[in-house]
């Protein structure tokens, strides 16, 4: 065993002193260096004490665009500088006070701007502090998990396949350790690793007693000593860290971005023939020119791209909320289009909480856990040398452990692979103490689980110098490594034929009980050379344990509401093909029909074609590998299915990465495996993944919402004064009115909508198909009929009012208050293309505070003698108000009746149909 000098050493010299090289020196020397014993590593008070003297353990991010950047920007647009000629124009003319309201409305209009993109750069902020990295280490003689930022110079960290390095670190023990340096070196191939020191002018690359911050284990375990931290570790040198989230801009956003610049040109042209027909019937140049200026502005849907980023980001933040946290924004797309989720068993659909339900021992005899009192279990099997050998097994060949400072027998603070601190809870109700047992025994050689060997194998010692193997795995794998069988007078006879069926049997009853089955066996070791070659077979069958991992609550109802929504569920396990079955039998995978199960051994020898056919009509795969994963998985993808997958191994990455939407497991899932992903589940539970398609749905359909209310606002607006224009009419809004309506009716409503809940029929509809284009034909002409009935209630209001006041400012108010009112009426048709209106009316109060401000707003527009002034409006009369509601129900009247008429087909549709 390592051993190490007691002298306490601040830490400061392995980050200050130049001449210390921790990859070229000895364990010894560097344990000396850094002042610690790792048997004990570093106390609490220890670790506190560095970490405030040399700062904590991270790199500082590359920081959000500076608020200087961001603020200027909001005044680089051409809406900008389009309200700056318009200013100039009122200036020229001698019209001082709406020069100063239009620059006024321009410092508001790129406030707003800056604040939804400050918000916005904000809320993915919030995102990349949600997925945080953590360790296992030795503290104090006892082993914890910390957040990696709290890492000290000295500790001692415990990693295994999946970990990311959260530190540089150097190597004290290890087993068959190799890592993926690719984030530091650039080399693809993983590198082999060992305690051994190297030269002091090894290249990066080349030292391989050494692991670094940002690189990964990809198998093998390791015991370290952390030896740099933040920005004194190679990665923080030059300065390179992987961003967590991606920021940039989505396809969605990247479409509205460029539709919005398009309307810009097509809203200039319109703008263009206004101002030629108000110059062509007589109109002021200048005053036309303000209009067809004003008219651009207020069409140009300007804030789409930053409202679409707030609406995502606020969206993704409510769904972290939810337990799944979405590292890139394209993500939520891709979740409203997904059709098949392709998801883990254990710990997904299951409850991870594996529990050690019976023994089956080679004597023929079994045990089960029915009962909590230690001594009773102790004393009813003390004189079992069967049992005692299988718990040895278990306690000895298992990597798991507990947090000591809660205590022995809560499964919840168990550290390690579920099944392994399912063993050592068995343990404990036996009265055995596996840290106790443990320190009886000296490992000399670990073959780390594999996924591909299904099986793991360790040579100890006791003190007497008696060396023996134990192995446990797949109980196919342990009886194929095995030669005899431990009887009832504890001799180990052969193993033949006969008996191999007899324990197979066994197996398929207890998987058949939905029970995980492990196999137990050990042999003696003479010699310690060669071990590698003498853990390979002639081994002594024990036994077998089976444990359960109940579904988890709700569950069932998750799979039900997927099916519902038109995704099939797919299960990939490792585990055995009659416990896989009988647990999607219980969720009812498959629709409540029979669920079809099939071994990964059926894959062999079968072309893509022939293995999506398969996945096709199969509900759950089991004894898959991480490769058939990923067969099955690019398999769909070739028929044309959106692909979710989840993982949570270092091997799943791949997978992961290959899937349409890659969902890594954050309670279980290694760092490997989150990196590839797309949406870590904090809660690991498959009812999150469904929760999470509902919010992708929402947040896309928010987003269609926003498109739909700012787009028909703005054709309604045009529409108006182009017609009125058209037809002879004096305009009927001044520029300031047409810039003080953008300014009010777009950004609250449109916030209103961004938070609007899912509606009831968000999880009863197929996915929506990922070549579906946001302005889809039909929705452009719901737009444009809308737009057009907008515009025409407005100017009806217009043409009451200049016949009962004539020409001027009074009617242009009754007009702008018209115009407002329909546009506020229009928001609640918006809620819903095919729903009413006052259907679930109060489940979103924003639309009601959104509505509240817009009003108020106009009141204090109205009734505020210096605003009034500058707007160019007058008091309504009772009249006035009465033509303004009139005006502000009709919209939601004529859009009910076409609804009502649409759902009435629809009825008779179906009726026809069935």
């Given at each position: 065993?390592?051993?190490?000098?007691?002298?306490?050493?601040s830490?400061?010299?392995?980050?200050?002193?130049?001449?210390?090289?921790?990859?070229?020196?000895?364990?010894?020397?560097?344990?000396d260096k850094?002042?610690?014993?790792?048997?004990e590593?570093?106390?609490?008070?220890e670790?506190?004490?560095?970490?405030?003297?040399?700062?904590?353990?991270?790199?500082e991010?590359?920081?959000?665009?500076?608020?200087w950047?961001?603020l200027?920007?909001?005044?680089?647009?051409i809406?900008?500088?389009?309200?700056?000629?318009a200013?100039i124009?009122a200036?020229?003319?001698?019209n001082?006070?709406e020069a100063?309201?239009i620059?006024?409305?321009?410092?508001?209009n790129a406030?707003i701007?800056?604040?939804?993109e400050w918000?916005?750069?904000?809320?993915?902020?919030?995102?990349?502090?949600?997925?945080?990295?953590t360790?296992?280490?030795?503290?104090?003689g006892?082993?914890?998990?910390?957040?990696?930022?709290?890492?000290a110079?000295g500790?001692?960290l415990?990693?295994?396949?999946g970990?990311?390095?959260?530190?540089?670190?150097?190597i004290?023990?290890?087993?068959?350790?190799?890592?993926?340096e690719s984030?530091l070196?650039g080399?693809?191939?993983?590198?082999?690793?060992?305690?051994?020191?190297?030269?002091?002018?090894?290249p990066l690359?080349?030292?391989?007693c050494m692991l670094?911050?940002?690189?990964?284990?990809v198998?093998g375990?390791?015991?370290?000593?952390v030896?740099?931290?933040?920005?004194?570790?190679?990665?923080?040198?030059?300065?390179?860290?992987?961003?967590?989230?991606?920021a940039?801009w989505?396809?969605?956003?990247?479409?509205?971005?460029?539709?919005?610049?398009?309307?810009?040109y097509?809203?200039?042209?319109?703008?263009l023939?206004?101002f030629i027909?108000g110059?062509?019937?007589?109109?002021?140049?200048?005053?036309?020119?303000?209009?067809?200026?004003?008219l651009?502005?207020a069409?140009?849907?300007?804030?789409l791209?930053?409202?679409?980023?707030?609406?995502l980001?606020l969206?993704?933040?409510?769904m972290?909320?939810?337990?799944?946290?979405?590292?890139?924004?394209a993500?939520?797309?891709?979740?409203?289009s997904?059709?098949?989720i392709c998801?883990?068993k254990t710990?997904?659909?299951t409850?991870?909480?594996?529990?050690?339900?019976?023994?089956?021992?080679s004597?023929?005899?079994s045990v089960?856990?029915?009962?909590?009192?230690?001594?009773?279990l102790?004393s009813d099997?003390?004189a079992n040398?069967?049992?005692?050998r299988?718990?040895?097994?278990?306690t000895?060949?298992?990597?798991?452990?507990f947090?000591?400072n809660?205590g022995?027998?809560?499964?919840?603070n168990?550290?390690?692979d579920?099944?392994?601190t399912?063993?050592?809870i068995?343990?404990g109700?036996?009265?055995?103490?596996?840290?106790?047992?443990?320190?009886?025994?000296?490992i000399?050689f670990?073959?780390?689980f594999?996924?591909?060997?299904k099986?793991?194998?360790?040579v100890?010692e006791?003190s007497y110098d008696?060396?023996f193997a134990?192995?446990?795995?797949?109980?196919?794998?342990v009886?194929?490594?095995?030669?005899?069988?431990?009887?009832?007078?504890g001799?180990?006879?052969?193993?033949?034929?006969?008996?191999?069926?007899?324990?197979?049997?066994?197996?398929?009853k207890?998987?058949?009980?939905?029970?995980r089955?492990?196999?137990?066996a050990?042999?003696?070791?003479?010699s310690?050379?060669?071990?590698?070659?003498?853990?390979?077979?002639?081994?002594t069958?024990?036994?077998?344990?089976?444990?359960?991992?109940?579904?988890?609550?709700?569950a069932?109802?998750?799979?039900?509401?997927?099916q519902?929504?038109?995704?099939?569920?797919?299960m990939l396990?490792?585990?055995?093909?009659?416990?896989?079955?009988a647990?999607?039998?219980?969720?009812?995978?498959?629709?409540?029909?029979?669920?079809?199960?099939?071994h990964?051994?059926?894959?062999?020898?079968?072309?893509e074609?022939?293995i999506?056919?398969?996945?096709r009509?199969?509900?759950?795969?089991a004894?898959?590998t991480?490769?058939?994963?990923?067969?099955?998985v690019?398999?769909?993808?070739?028929t044309?299915e959106?692909?979710?997958?989840?993982?949570?191994?270092?091997?799943?990455?791949?997978?992961?990465?290959?899937a349409?939407i890659?969902i890594?497991m954050?309670g279980?899932?290694t760092e490997?495996a989150?990196e590839?992903?797309?949406?870590?589940?904090?809660?690991d539970n498959?009812s999150?993944?469904?929760?999470?398609?509902?919010?992708?749905?929402?947040?896309?359909?928010?987003?269609?919402k926003?498109?739909?209310?700012?787009?028909?606002?703005?054709?309604?607006?045009?529409?108006?004064?182009?017609?009125?224009?058209?037809?002879g009419?004096p305009?009927?809004l001044?520029?300031?009115q047409?810039?003080w309506?953008?300014?009010?009716t777009?950004v609250?409503?449109a916030?209103?909508?961004?938070v609007?809940?899912?509606?009831?029929g968000?999880?009863n509809?197929?996915?929506?198909?990922?070549?579906?284009?946001?302005?889809?034909?039909?929705?452009?002409?719901l737009?444009?009929w809308?737009?057009?009935?907008?515009?025409?209630?407005?100017?009806a209001?217009y043409?009451?009012?200049?016949?009962e006041?004539?020409?001027?400012?009074?009617?242009?108010?009754?007009?702008?208050?018209?115009?407002?009112?329909?546009q506020?009426?229009?928001?609640?048709?918006?809620?819903?293309?095919?729903?009413s209106?006052?259907s679930?009316?109060?489940?979103?109060?924003?639309?009601?505070?959104?509505?509240a401000?817009?009003?108020g707003?106009?009141?204090?527009?109205?009734?505020?003698?210096?605003?009034a002034?500058?707007?160019d409006?007058t008091?309504?009369?009772?009249?006035?108000?009465?033509?303004?509601?009139f005006c502000?129900?009709?919209p939601?009247?004529?859009?009910?009746?076409?609804?009502?008429?649409?759902?009435?087909?629809?009825?008779?549709?179906?009726?026809?149909?069935n």
């Amino acid at each position: 065993m390592i051993k190490s000098s007691d002298k306490s050493v601040s830490g400061e010299s392995i980050q200050t002193e130049p001449e210390f090289f921790p990859h070229a020196s000895s364990i010894h020397e560097v344990l000396d260096k850094i002042g610690v014993k790792v048997s004990e590593g570093l106390s609490e008070e220890e670790a506190r004490t560095r970490i405030s003297r040399f700062g904590e353990n991270k790199i500082e991010q590359k920081s959000l665009r500076s608020i200087w950047i961001m603020l200027w920007e909001q005044f680089s647009s051409i809406i900008v500088w389009l309200l700056i000629f318009a200013a100039i124009i009122a200036w020229l003319t001698g019209n001082e006070l709406e020069a100063w309201a239009i620059l006024v409305v321009l410092v508001l209009n790129a406030t707003i701007g800056f604040l939804i993109e400050w918000r916005a750069g904000q809320a993915l902020e919030a995102l990349r502090m949600a997925a945080r990295t953590t360790a296992r280490v030795r503290r104090g003689g006892d082993e914890h998990i910390v957040d990696a930022e709290q890492l000290a110079i000295g500790d001692i960290l415990i990693l295994s396949a999946g970990d990311r390095v959260p530190a540089d670190v150097r190597i004290l023990e290890s087993a068959n350790l190799r890592s993926d340096e690719s984030t530091l070196t650039g080399e693809s191939v993983p590198v082999t690793k060992s305690p051994e020191a190297v030269e002091i002018s090894t290249p990066l690359a080349e030292r391989i007693c050494m692991l670094y911050l940002g690189t990964t284990i990809v198998g093998g375990k390791a015991l370290a000593v952390v030896n740099a931290t933040g920005r004194k570790t190679e990665l923080g040198r030059i300065g390179e860290l992987v961003a967590d989230v991606d920021a940039g801009w989505t396809p969605l956003q990247t479409r509205l971005r460029d539709l919005g610049q398009r309307l810009v040109y097509v809203v200039l042209i319109v703008a263009l023939i206004v101002f030629i027909a108000g110059i062509l019937r007589g109109d002021n140049v200048w005053l036309m020119l303000e209009v067809a200026i004003s008219l651009a502005v207020a069409a140009v849907p300007e804030g789409l791209p930053a409202v679409t980023t707030l609406i995502l980001a606020l969206g993704v933040l409510r769904m972290a909320r939810r337990n799944a946290i979405v590292r890139r924004l394209a993500a939520v797309e891709t979740l409203g289009s997904s059709t098949v989720i392709c998801t883990d068993k254990t710990g997904t659909l299951t409850e991870n909480r594996m529990t050690v339900r019976e023994f089956q021992l080679s004597e023929g005899s079994s045990v089960t856990l029915d009962s909590s009192d230690p001594a009773k279990l102790a004393s009813d099997h003390s004189a079992n040398e069967n049992l005692q050998r299988i718990m040895r097994v278990a306690t000895l060949c298992n990597e798991a452990a507990f947090d000591q400072n809660d205590g022995l027998d809560k499964d919840e603070n168990a550290i390690g692979d579920p099944t392994e601190t399912a063993l050592l809870i068995a343990a404990g109700k036996f009265g055995i103490d596996p840290q106790s047992e443990r320190s009886q025994y000296e490992i000399l050689f670990e073959q780390p689980f594999d996924a591909s060997l299904k099986r793991m194998t360790a040579v100890i010692e006791d003190s007497y110098d008696k060396r023996f193997a134990v192995l446990k795995g797949a109980p196919a794998v342990v009886l194929n490594s095995c030669r005899s069988f431990l009887d009832k007078n504890g001799d180990a006879v052969p193993l033949d034929i006969p008996d191999r069926e007899r324990f197979s049997q066994i197996n398929r009853k207890m998987a058949g009980r939905a029970l995980r089955v492990l196999g137990f066996a050990d042999k003696s070791i003479k010699s310690t050379s060669g071990m590698e070659d003498q853990i390979q077979n002639e081994f002594t069958f024990l036994g077998f344990v089976g444990m359960s991992d109940p579904p988890r609550m709700g569950a069932a109802e998750a799979v039900m509401n997927a099916q519902n929504a038109g995704i099939r569920i797919v299960m990939l396990t490792g585990d055995q093909l009659n416990t896989a079955r009988a647990i999607a039998a219980d969720l009812r995978i498959g629709g409540g029909t029979e669920t079809i199960a099939s071994h990964s051994k059926d894959l062999i020898d079968l072309d893509e074609k022939e293995i999506a056919e398969m996945a096709r009509r199969t509900d759950v795969f089991a004894r898959v590998t991480p490769k058939d994963k990923l067969h099955i998985v690019k398999a769909l993808q070739e028929t044309g299915e959106i692909v979710a997958v989840t993982g949570d191994g270092v091997n799943d990455a791949p997978a992961l990465r290959h899937a349409d939407i890659g969902i890594a497991m954050g309670g279980r899932g290694t760092e490997v495996a989150k990196e590839a992903s797309d949406i870590i589940l904090t809660d690991d539970n498959f009812s999150t993944i469904v929760k999470a398609i509902e919010g992708g749905r929402t947040i896309y359909s928010n987003i269609l919402k926003f498109v739909h209310l700012m787009f028909s606002h703005n054709l309604g607006e045009v529409l108006m004064i182009f017609s009125a224009i058209l037809t002879g009419l004096p305009l009927p809004l001044l520029p300031l009115q047409i810039l003080w309506i953008n300014l009010v009716t777009d950004v609250f409503p449109a916030l209103a909508l961004a938070v609007e809940p899912p509606s009831p029929g968000t999880m009863n509809r197929n996915p929506r198909p990922p070549s579906e284009t946001m302005l889809s034909n039909p929705f452009m002409f719901l737009i444009l009929w809308q737009g057009a009935l907008l515009a025409a209630i407005a100017l009806a209001a217009y043409v009451w009012a200049l016949s009962e006041y004539g020409e001027g400012a009074h009617a242009r108010t009754v007009a702008l208050l018209a115009l407002i009112g329909v546009q506020l009426g229009h928001l609640f048709n918006c809620r819903s293309r095919t729903r009413s209106a006052f259907s679930r009316f109060f489940s979103n109060p924003y639309i009601f505070l959104a509505a509240a401000i817009v009003i108020g707003l106009q009141l204090l527009a109205i009734y505020l003698a210096p605003l009034a002034r500058v707007l160019d409006l007058t008091e309504p009369t009772r009249t006035d108000w009465l033509v303004v509601i009139f005006c502000s129900v009709l919209p939601i009247v004529f859009v009910e009746i076409i609804k009502l008429l649409f759902r009435s087909k629809r009825r008779k549709d179906y009726q026809t149909a069935n």
